[in-house]
Nanobody, 124 residues
Framework: QVQLVESGGGLVQAGGSLRLSCAAS????????VVWFRQAPGKDREFVSA????????YHADSVKGRFTIARDNAKNTMYLQMNILKPEDTALYYC?????????????????WGQGTQVTVSS
C-alpha cells in the first residue's frame, strides 16, 4: 500500500506562485508513475502533470506547459509541483496519485493510490 499526502495549497493572486508537495509512505516511488490531477467545482477531474519516477520523464497538460514544473526528491520520496504565473482558471482541488501499472498517463482510472487533495485558489 502507498499513502499519499499533499500539502502546499493556498490562496494566491493571479501571477503568483505556489509549490505543492506529495509525500509518499508505505512504499518507495522508485517503480511508480506519479501524477497531479485537479478538479474545479462542477468540472471533471483534469490531468495536470506526471513524472515517471525511474526515468524522470515528465508530462504536462497544454494548459500548464511553460508555467508548471514537476520534480521529485528520491531521498524524501516526495514529488513537487512548482506552479508559476498562476491564473484564476488554475483554481481547483489538486490531487496526487500513483500507480505501478502501465497505462495512459492522463487517465485518472489508471491510478491506484490517491491523496486527499490540497486546495489552490487563485484570485484575479
Amino acid at each position: 500500500q502507498v499513502q499519499l499526502v499533499e500539502s502546499g495549497g493556498g490562496l494566491v493572486q493571479a501571477g503568483g506562485s505556489l509549490r505543492l508537495s506529495c509525500a509518499a509512505s508505505g512504499r518507495s516511488f522508485s517503480r511508480y508513475r506519479v501524477v497531479w490531477f485537479r478538479q474545479a467545482p462542477g468540472k471533471d477531474r483534469e490531468f495536470v502533470s506526471a513524472i515517471i519516477w525511474s526515468s524522470v520523464s515528465t508530462y504536462h497538460a497544454d494548459s500548464v506547459k511553460g508555467r508548471f514544473t514537476i520534480a521529485r526528491d528520491n531521498a524524501k520520496n516526495t514529488m513537487y509541483l512548482q506552479m508559476n504565473i498562476l491564473k484564476p482558471e488554475d483554481t481547483a482541488l489538486y490531487y496526487c496519485a500513483a500507480t505501478s501499472r502501465s497505462g495512459t498517463v492522463q487517465r485518472s482510472s489508471d491510478y491506484d493510490y490517491w491523496g486527499q487533495g490540497t486546495q489552490v485558489t487563485v484570485s484575479s
